[in-house]
């Protein structure tokens, strides 16, 4: 079973930043992509940052590039999520996630196909 559990999330003022951190189980090629996404209320969950964690290229939303990064342990079983510089308008819920995939291709940035999900970590920068 691939568990994955966020924490991290927090309130914040704008121009500050926070670390999210992403346990996950053992590796397998079920956890191949992880991703981080977030969902503000009323609105879409989208994409704010993946890594194939085997051939590690990387994908940022335009929102977030340059200002948050993604990494993860060498055993894989840690994932991050390093966001400086926050505003008011990268509060949400955020959702660590994970699929399949291959060293040969680049994940996904859709969430609808991500199949396993975290509880959700909050993120709130207040002005």
């Known amino acids: 079973q691939v568990q994955l559990v966020e924490s991290g999330g927090g309130s914040v003022q704008a121009g500050g930043s926070l670390k999210l951190s992403c346990s996950t189980s053992?590796?397998?090629?079920?956890?191949?992509?992880l991703g981080w996404f977030r969902q503000a209320p009323g609105k879409e969950r989208e994409e704010v940052a993946v890594i194939n964690r085997l051939g590690l290229d990387t994908h940022y939303a335009g929102s977030v590039k340059g200002r948050f990064t993604i990494s993860q342990t060498y055993d894989k079983k840690t994932a991050y999520l390093q966001m400086n510089n926050l505003a008011p308008e990268d509060t949400a819920m955020y959702y660590c996630?994970?699929?399949?995939?291959?060293?040969?291709?680049?994940?996904?940035?859709?969430?609808?196909?991500?199949?396993?999900w975290g509880q959700g970590t909050q993120v709130s920068v207040s002005t």
């Open positions: 996630a994970a699929k399949s995939g291959s060293s040969y291709y680049r994940c996904s940035i859709r969430p609808d196909e991500y199949p396993h």
């Open positions: 053992e590796y397998t090629d079920r956890t191949m992509c």
